[in-house]
């Protein structure tokens, strides 16, 4: 079993960063790939960013390349994503999820445990 529990989120004006951080629980934990996922009011959850469970490779989503940069610390049990120059369009409740599938990077696009998620609202 892996718990996550996400915080960082809150509202901020365009243009500015906000960290979120997922500090996760359970006996796999460091060998779990991690992930971030967001959902907007009234559209479905979408894929943001992926870490493996080294940490030696990450993944994003187009839409935030070059903005986000994810990251962990297994020593601290603790995976971040650093979010700068927030959109309007970012606005959602984000969730960090993990897999324990560690010989399957790729299974963090379906992963089976997740966070309860953070609100993170951005004003144009």
């Known amino acids: 079993q892996v718990q996550l529990v996400e915080s960082g989120g809150g509202l901020v004006q365009a243009g500015n960063s906000l960290r979120l951080s997922c500090v996760a629980s359970g006996r796999t934990v460091n060998s779990a790939h991690m992930g971030w996922f967001r959902q907007a009011p009234g559209k479905e959850r979408e894929f943001v960013a992926s870490i493996s469970l080294t940490g030696a490779r990450t993944d994003y989503a187009d839409s935030v390349k070059g903005r986000f940069t994810i990251s962990r610390d297994n020593a601290k049990n603790t995976m971040y994503l650093q979010m700068n120059v927030l959109k309007p369009e970012d606005t959602a409740v984000y969730y960090c999820?993990?897999?324990?599938?560690?010989?399957?990077?790729?299974?963090?696009?379906?992963?089976?445990?997740w966070g309860q998620g953070t609100q993170v609202t951005v004003s144009s």
């Open positions: 999820a993990a897999s324990i599938k560690q010989y399957d990077y790729g299974s963090i696009r379906d992963p089976r445990y």
